[in-house]
């Protein structure tokens, strides 16, 4: 009797090639250590939630872009991150791996989606880093005067924010010094993490009872003084500083239960990063004329300015060590995607090698830390956050897109977290992030589209070749 042999089916074409998908499960690879729980993820999140955003970026929007609408500018981002935050957490629960939106839209879109992704997040991330050491940089140049001691004025800040700067000294250590406790190990860093994002907490709880009894109902006229097209573009601009769940969600791999623990950890720290954004806000903005508003430490001048200095003192000293977990939360979710870029295949395998001792992306690591100091030093705070919007609202997005994809093509996953009202509540988070895109400069567009150009390429000539899937394609053809 002759034998047939016969050959494995060929996949649909939306499976092969550039669009072929990564498997909704995937093994866990015992790259990390788990060692994170939900206070800890929690804290994860809200060190990438409240940080520039409190301390420093609310004072810029006000400033320059807002005025008292910056209570607009921030609800409409919240908006906007919350109905986003939704779609994370359905995927945290159903894909607790490292990566983030790389990985959400490597399996639900393709890989050529993700991959243009996670090149994109390379680079938010990495702006994020910076825009948070910037903003630290402000306040221990604020405590430093405060003290007598002043540092020379070449090191005060990047070029062309004041009369004789040439780099941003502070932001510049602060990136380096982060690299370095990463490299030290997770467990460790969480532990550290959680009670800073503590710390925090408590420092913005006095900015905000305080300065209550300081607030000047004649500062809030007039409300739009930019106009609603300005309070529409402080939202595009403050949309980076309330999304820090989805720095969070790049460590998956490292929860002690990513599927149960994740999604709740989204939507915890969502919810108290909005109440506290909103009550800032409006206090900053009551106690101080924004024309007057002091944008490198706005809270501690605007103390100052009540007679307050002592406090302003804390605030800053507060403002360090708590916006610094922001800047944590990012470069750690900058490494994470990095090496799940590495691992899959779709970035130089050197980089997918983590430490057999620490567990942790050691050789991605040092890299972002020298660009994420480079970038700080060198670019004022506003051109440094407009590098990381469009990026984020694209993977914002995409996740969104994703949702409403699987639920069509994959009903039967398990998922420990389901987003309520598909298809409208990622439609809300679509036309939002569009909105919101449609309101940044077209500088910002130029940085982006080059960026992406350059991943393109990077995919055509490495990524596609080398790219772990690409064996499974070779077997089918």
């Known amino acids: 009797m002759k034998t047939v042999v016969t050959r494995p089916a060929r996949p649909p ?10 498997p909704v499960i995937v093994a866990d690879t015992g790259d990390f250590t788990k060692s994170m729980g939900l206070w800890q993820l929690v804290a ?15 004072g810029v929007v006000a ?17 906007a991150s919350g109905a986003a935050g939704l779609c994370y957490a359905e995927f945290a629960g ?3 791996r490292a990566g983030s939106a790389y990985t959400y839209s490597y399996v639900a879109l393709g890989e050529i989606i993700g991959f243009m992704i996670g090149w994109d997040l390379l680079l938010e991330y990495t702006a994020i880093v910076s ?6 940089s402000g306040y221990l140049n604020y405590i430093t005067h405060y003290i007598g001691f002043d540092l020379p004025t070449w090191a005060l800040g990047a070029p062309g924010t004041g009369s004789g700067h040439k780099v941003d000294l502070f932001a510049v250590l602060l990136c380096l010094l982060l690299a370095f406790l990463l490299s030290r190990g997770t467990r460790e860093s969480a532990r ?38 300005g309070a529409v573009s402080g939202a595009a601009l403050a949309f980076f500083a309330v999304y820090g769940y989805d720095a969070m969600s790049a460590a998956a ?11 709740k950890a989204i939507m915890i720290s969502l919810g108290i990063a909005s109440l506290v954004y909103l009550l800032v806000c409006l206090v900053i903005v009551g106690m101080v004329n924004y024309t007057d508003i002091n944008v490198s430490a706005p809270f501690s001048s605007a103390f100052d300015s009540v007679g307050m200095g002592v406090l302003g003192l804390i605030i800053a000293v507060g403002a360090v060590v708590g916006v610094t977990t922001s800047a944590f939360a990012n470069m750690l979710a900058v490494t994470r995607v990095g090496f799940a870029m590495s691992r899959d295949g779709l970035l130089p395998a050197y980089f997918a090698k983590s430490s057999p001792v620490r567990k942790v992306p050691s050789r991605v690591i040092w890299p972002v830390g020298i660009v994420s100091a480079l970038i700080a030093g060198f670019l004022p705070i506003r051109e440094a956050a ?23 093509t994959r009903p039967e996953v398990e998922r420990a977290f389901r987003t309520p009202w598909v298809p409208v509540v990622p439609l809300i988070g679509i036309v939002f992030s569009l909105w919101l895109i449609s309101h940044l400069t077209w500088v910002t567009w130029l940085r982006f589209v080059v960026w992406l150009l350059i991943g393109l390429a990077v995919y055509v000539a490495f990524s596609y070749r080398h790219s772990k899937l690409n064996d499974a394609d070779r077997s089918l053809t």
């Open 13 to 22: 074409l939306s499976k092969r090639g550039v669009m072929r998908r990564m």
């Open 44 to 58: 994860l999140s809200l060190g990438g939630l409240v940080g520039a955003g409190v301390f420093s970026l609310a």
């Open 63 to 79: 400033n320059e872009v807002a005025g008292p609408a910056v209570l607009v500018s921030f609800a409409i981002a919240i908006i």
């Open 94 to 96: 159903m894909v607790p």
């Open 131 to 136: 825009v948070v050491a910037i903003a630290v």
């Open 192 to 229: 550290v993490q959680t009670g800073l994002v503590a710390l925090k907490l408590v420092i913005v709880a006095i900015v905000v009872v305080a300065g209550a009894f300081h607030i000047k109902a004649g500062n809030y006229q007039p409300f739009f003084p930019f106009g609603v097209g």
């Open 253 to 263: 791999e490292e929860s002690k239960d990513g599927k149960r623990l994740m999604p």
């Open 386 to 408: 407009e590098l990381t919007n469009v990026g984020i609202l694209m993977a914002f997005i995409v996740v969104a897109l994703g949702v409403m994809r699987l639920r069509r």
